[in-house]
């Protein structure tokens, strides 16, 4: 992929719909960021992240949306500010990851337990970074209108449909053999696309157990 291709891609995740809806490659959380400079730094950890894996990438695992504790700050879907900063080789390489959160909202900098939960298992059964990518149906992340920016909530019809243009784009830039969806809405929006994926537990709630199982009797059918 060119620079121009992957510029492009990341341009179309400018046109996120309105409402309870935060972009965080093109907009500033006024409360929580460090300051404008922010979604420029999500957008180039995206960049990086998904330019080390095209081509070597096995495994896509899409997730519901992206969450408060993950992207909204990290700008790489279900990857935490913690984990980028502590695993740094792991996840990007090229250059130095930066937390976009002010440090007196989060001293440590937000950790999300689905990111957690997935980066450890699938690194845990032998799956090398830059052999899974991971992704959103719905590619930003949906709050809380009530609770503010540091809230998660499900989005809605009208929002999943808005994201599965997105969805389709980056499942062409992966065309992998195993596609893994993480819960029953994210299965959904790969059916509507007419994509085949092994639907398993959302790690959330309770499910980390199953999931874990799961996923790693989909990793034995790759090797």
């Not at 503010?148 to 999943?160: A, C, F, I, V, Y």
């Amino acid at each position: 992929m060119s620079r121009k291709q992957l510029d492009r891609f990341v341009q179309r995740l400018k046109a996120s719909p309105s409402g309870a809806v935060f972009n965080p490659w093109w907009e500033v959380d006024p409360e929580n960021d460090i300051g404008r400079i922010a979604p420029i730094i999500r957008r180039q950890q995206l960049r990086a992240y998904v330019q080390e894996r095209l081509g070597r990438a096995k495994l896509v695992v899409i997730g519901e949306a992206l969450g408060y504790r993950g992207g909204h700050f990290s700008g790489i879907p279900m990857t935490s500010e913690r984990m980028l900063l502590r695993k740094q080789r792991h996840i990007i390489a090229g250059i130095k990851p930066r937390r976009t959160s002010k440090p007196s909202v989060c001293p440590n900098g937000f950790s999300e337990p689905t990111a957690t939960i997935v980066w450890g298992a699938l690194l845990k059964i032998g799956v090398l970074p830059d052999e899974f990518v991971l992704w959103n149906a719905f590619p930003w992340h949906s709050f809380d209108p009530h609770r503010g920016l540091l809230s998660n909530r499900m989005p809605n019809k009208s929002e999943q449909l808005s994201g599965r243009p997105v969805l389709k784009d980056f499942l062409e830039l992966f065309p992998c053999e195993q596609i893994v969806a993480l819960g029953k809405i994210a299965g959904a929006q790969l059916e509507q696309l007419g994509v085949h994926a092994h639907c398993v537990r959302h790690p959330a709630s309770g499910g980390a157990r199953l999931f874990r199982q799961q996923i790693a009797k989909i990793v034995n059918r790759l090797t």
